[in-house]
Nanobody, 113 residues
């Protein structure tokens, strides 16, 4: 099982952007589906976005048209471009291997009003 390490979180103003990165310790080429979860304070963890090896993508309705998920198998990296951020996006974001259910330690995203 590859280890996943997230980075790129931080504090931003509403309307700003962040790009999250998830670097795997090994190859992600054979992983069919990878994605990003998030969990805000007092909220359940939700799947924000997912991308398959074949290129299909899914997004939660709350982030659709604002977030973009991408993966670079050659770099063993998964990305989440987050645009037009809202305070409601404040959460810990986790990179995940959706095939196995394994995820990383997370990176905090905080959006101020």
């Amino acid at each position: 099982q590859v280890q996943l390490r997230e980075s790129g979180g931080g504090l931003v103003q509403a309307g700003g952007s962040l790009r999250l990165s998830c670097v795997a310790s090994g190859s992600i080429f054979s992983i069919n589906a990878m994605g990003w979860y998030r969990q805000g304070p007092g909220k359940e963890r939700e799947l924000v976005a997912a991308k398959s090896r074949g290129g299909t993508t899914t997004y939660a309705g709350s982030v659709k048209d604002r977030f973009i998920i991408s993966r670079d198998n050659a770099k063993n990296t998964l990305y989440l471009q987050m645009n037009s951020l809202k305070p409601e996006d404040t959460a810990m974001y986790y990179c995940a291997n959706l095939d196995s259910g394994y995820w990383g330690q997370g990176t905090q995203v905080t959006v101020s009003s």
